[in-house]
């Protein structure tokens, strides 16, 4: 992995990792529904001016079944469960839990396509298993009112995102950023008519605006560009790394900004969770250190 590859696979994985802190400063102000509402408008705007600006054409690959449903399952959906589940949960443990994402795209194999597991696959889904457990059993945040509910929400998203994974992976397409921006689109159709009924009763402060266009702009449609320039450069396989660095930034993130306390159960379980994700998607760290041509 070149240098300039390493530093688009931190900044992501910060990008990433931030967005849990600043939805659980924004979602209180403004609610879910506003919050994503705007959040993937910012993003379908921006990827459009990005694309007119680079002279992309909009025109070849029209492919809006597609489109909708990338929008409902990678960004509707688990947008708006992770927005209800910010409430009530950290948000260091939401992107600890965001990790999980993996494990259930193993899952979903087993029961859609009948896919069986090998003992290296079926371990990484224990550890799995008893890392969530080991972190919603002795987080005191877990024990607070709503929360088992957020757990349930977030956890959902990261199904949400597995599914999604499952659809790409059998349905490719030729231009990811035309997939992208009119995932975008149809998740700003489908959150839109919503936002109306869910507005603030007044116009919030400079800090959460400035939150909400952060993850609408560089979050989603700035991320986007990053995570698909890294497929590009170095291969599929090692940007997988982005999911077991996410947790990383997410945690620091809420620690520095949102005094959050880090015990040992969270520190031992996002362990037991990233090996579990590193095993099911049978990750070999030493992947980054080849070049392009023998990973694409």
């Known amino acids: 992995m070149t240098p300039a590859s390493l530093a688009r696979l931190l900044l992501l994985s910060a990008i990433w990792g931030s967005s849990f802190m600043l939805m659980r400063v924004a979602v209180p102000v403004v609610g879910p529904v506003t ?3 705007a959040r993937v408008l910012l993003a379908a705007l921006f990827l459009t ?3 007119l600006a680079m002279k992309k054409s909009f025109g070849g690959q029209k492919n809006y079944g597609r489109y909708l449903r990338l929008g409902i399952l ?3 959906i688990p947008f708006m469960l992770i927005g209800y589940a ?7 443990l939401l992107s600890i839990l965001n990790a999980t994402t993996p494990i259930w795209g193993v899952l979903l194999g087993l029961v859609l396509t009948r896919t069986m597991v090998s003992r290296k696959t ?4 224990a ?3 008893v890392g969530v457990a080991l972190l919603v059993g002795l987080d005191q945040a877990s024990l607070q009112p709503g929360a088992g509910l957020a757990i349930v929400a977030a956890l959902g998203a990261s199904f949400c995102y597995a599914l999604s994974a499952h659809d790409a992976r059998y349905n490719p397409v030729s ?3 035309l997939l992208a921006l009119g995932s975008m689109w149809a998740a700003t159709l489908v959150i839109s008519p919503a936002v109306p009924f869910y507005l603030p009763e007044s116009w919030p402060p400079a800090h959460i605006i400035a939150s909400i266009a952060m993850l609408g702009i560089v979050s989603s449609g700035v991320a986007y560009l990053l995570y698909f320039r890294l497929v590009s450069d170095i291969g599929p396989a090692p940007a997988l790394t982005v999911t077991f660095l996410i947790p990383v930034f997410g945690v620091f993130f ?3 900004f949102l005094d959050e306390a880090i015990g040992w159960h969270t520190i031992i379980g996002s362990a037991i969770i990233i090996l579990g994700t590193a095993l099911v998607t049978n990750f070999d760290p030493r992947i980054l250190l080849r070049r392009k041509s023998t990973t694409s």
Request: no cysteine; aromatic share 10%.
């Open 35 to 37: 919050l994503i509402g």
């Open 49 to 51: 001016a990005f694309g």
């Open 74 to 76: 990678n960004s509707a």
């Open 86 to 92: 910010v409430k009530f949960l950290p948000a260091g």
């Open 122 to 125: 079926a371990l990484g889904l």
């Open 127 to 129: 550890l799995g298993v």
């Open 175 to 177: 231009d990811p950023f």
């Open 254 to 256: 809420g620690v520095m």
